[in-house]
């Protein structure tokens, strides 16, 4: 799984798909990683006067671009369904997308491609909402945070967050989000409970990481799942969040459940697993 040799960038042409470029490249270099560029061209045109065969090869050829192993490939039909049948068809490793979003209204903002490929796709996906500070559009790689629900799925996700942090020699750090409970007898201390469920959750973690052979710093928080997860991550400089994204409704799957809100409010380049 990792790491990833065959990268599919699905573009739009769009100004955040412009700004996800760097990202996409530097994967792509970092990896030895084969990139694809598709572009899904509905059945229909808005723009009829424009090209988008002429517009696709004009956008692989970049600069950025310069030295990958790349080819630039167009389909019609349902952007969404295109993008997920060419993923598994492929075999893709990592499939990379912005999530349409800017500014300080970007949380509420969610392309519904974007959305649909997160639902639908078997594998990682890599998605950045990306704000309008000229240092977000390049790279770093100096903390990765992971975020687990301790489910029996904790091990992929945090198996990849490892690999990514070796790969890039970067610190990795662990979150885990505890529920905010109200006390069910007045004989049973609020602040007594929160603590045993945090130790709970630590010992959890620490089988986690000695089976899976990682040293990650660990914190607890309590609360909304994607609000304390974004605040780990802003309280981490973290440059990349991984989660486990598959659907589970019972509480041990509560970060799953809440993939899409953290997705949405997260400070930094996002990868679902």
Known sequence: MFPPKRILFP????????????????????????????????????????????????????????????????????????????????????????????GPFRQFLFGSVTMKVLHDAWCPV????????????????????????????????????????????????????????????????????QQEMADAARLQIDLLQCSEGTHGCVEILSGDVASAVRCAAKSAGANFLVIGRSMDGTLMGRLRTHAYPIIRRSPCSVISI
């Open 11 to 102: 573009v739009d042409f769009s100004e955040p798909c412009d700004a996800l470029i760097p990202m996409a490249s530097e994967f792509a270099l970092r990896n030895a990683a084969h990139l694809t560029l598709l572009h899904v061209a509905p059945p229909w045109s808005a723009e009829p006067h424009k090209d988008p065969g002429v517009q696709l090869a004009e956008f692989a050829k970049r600069s950025q671009f310069d030295g990958i192993d790349m080819d630039a490939l167009m389909v019609t039909g349902d952007p969404a369904s295109e993008i997920i049948k060419f993923a598994h068809e492929e075999k893709t490793d990592l499939i990379m997308m912005p999530t349409h979003g800017y």
């Open 126 to 193: 890599l998605t950045d909402a990306h704000t309008e500070e000229p240092a977000h559009l390049k790279p770093e790689f100096q903390t990765i945070l992971c975020a687990v629900d301790l489910s029996d799925k904790s091990h992929v996700p945090l198996r990849w967050a490892a690999q990514f942090a070796d790969n890039t020699g970067a610190k990795l750090r662990i979150v885990h989000v505890i529920p905010s409970v109200t006390p069910m007898g007045a004989e049973y201390n609020y602040f007594d409970l």
